[in-house]
C-alpha cells in the first residue's frame, strides 16, 4: 500500500514537471507537418520545421492562426497533432508586447482569414505562405522578427524541387523573390524556447 501511494506521488510529481508550460497570446509553434511539400521544405531549409503559425488565446482556449489552404484559425490541440508524432516546438518574443500591440496582431491575423495558400511562396498580400503570415502578423506592430532572405539563399538544386518549380512556377524562378521560412524565424535573436518536445 506504501508503494504504491509512493509510486502515485512520484508520478504526478514527474508529469507536473515535465509537463508543457502555459502559452501566451504572441507565441509561434513550430512542427513538422505531415502535408506532401513538407520533405522538400525540411531539405531545401536543412531543418526539421515545415510549418509554423501563432498561438492566440481567447477565453482560456488556445488556437493557431496558420496558413493552409485556406489561411484559417485552428484549436491548439489540432494542430499539434497534424505534426509527426505530435512533436513541436513554441518559441516567444523577448519584449513585452501591450495590449494594443495583441489586439492589432490579431486583428491583422483576423483579416487574412480566408486567403488562400501561396504554394509559390511569393511575397504578396494577395495570398500567403506560413512563415509569411507569422511574419506579417508582427510586422504589424512593427517587429521585424527576422532578415527577408531570397530563393537564392536555399538549395533548390534536387530533382524533387526542380520538379516542383517547373509544376507551380510555369516560367523561370525569380531567385531575387524575398522568402522567410519557418527556420528562418525559428533563428531569430528576438525569440526564445518555451517548449520543445522533439
Known amino acids: ?41 525540411q531539405d531545401v531549409t536543412h531543418s526539421k520545421y515545415s510549418h509554423v503559425g501563432m498561438i492566440y488565446i481567447q477565453e482560456g482556449i488556445s488556437y493557431v492562426m496558420e496558413a493552409v489552404q485556406p489561411v ?6 489540432e494542430f499539434i497533432q497534424r505534426g509527426v508524432n505530435a512533436e513541436y516546438t513554441v518559441m516567444r518574443y523577448s519584449e513585452d508586447l501591450s495590449e494594443e500591440d495583441l489586439n492589432h ?15 509559390r511562396f511569393q511575397w504578396s498580400n494577395t495570398t500567403m505562405y506560413c512563415s509569411e503570415l507569422v511574419y506579417k502578423i508582427y510586422e504589424a506592430v512593427g517587429v521585424e522578427l527576422c532578415e527577408k532572405n531570397t530563393f537564392a539563399h536555399y538549395n533548390l538544386s534536387s530533382a524533387e524541387v526542380q520538379s516542383a518549380i517547373r509544376r ?18 525559428s533563428k531569430s535573436t528576438l525569440l526564445y524556447t518555451v517548449f520543445d518536445n522533439y
Not at 496582431?105 to 504554394?119: E, L, N, P, T
Open 72 to 77: 484559417k484559425i485552428t484549436p491548439l490541440e
Open 168 to 185: 507551380r512556377y510555369k516560367t523561370e524562378l525569380d531567385f531575387d523573390e524575398e522568402v522567410v521560412t519557418p527556420v528562418d524565424l
Open 1 to 41: 500500500m506504501k508503494f504504491a501511494l509512493r509510486t502515485v506521488i512520484f508520478l504526478i510529481g514527474f508529469t507536473s514537471c515535465h509537463s508543457k508550460p502555459p502559452f501566451q497570446n504572441g507565441d509561434l509553434i513550430f512542427h513538422t507537418s505531415k502535408s506532401t511539400q513538407s520533405q522538400m521544405i
Open 105 to 119: 496582431m490579431h486583428a491583422y491575423g483576423s483579416s487574412q482569414i480566408g486567403k488562400d495558400y501561396d504554394s
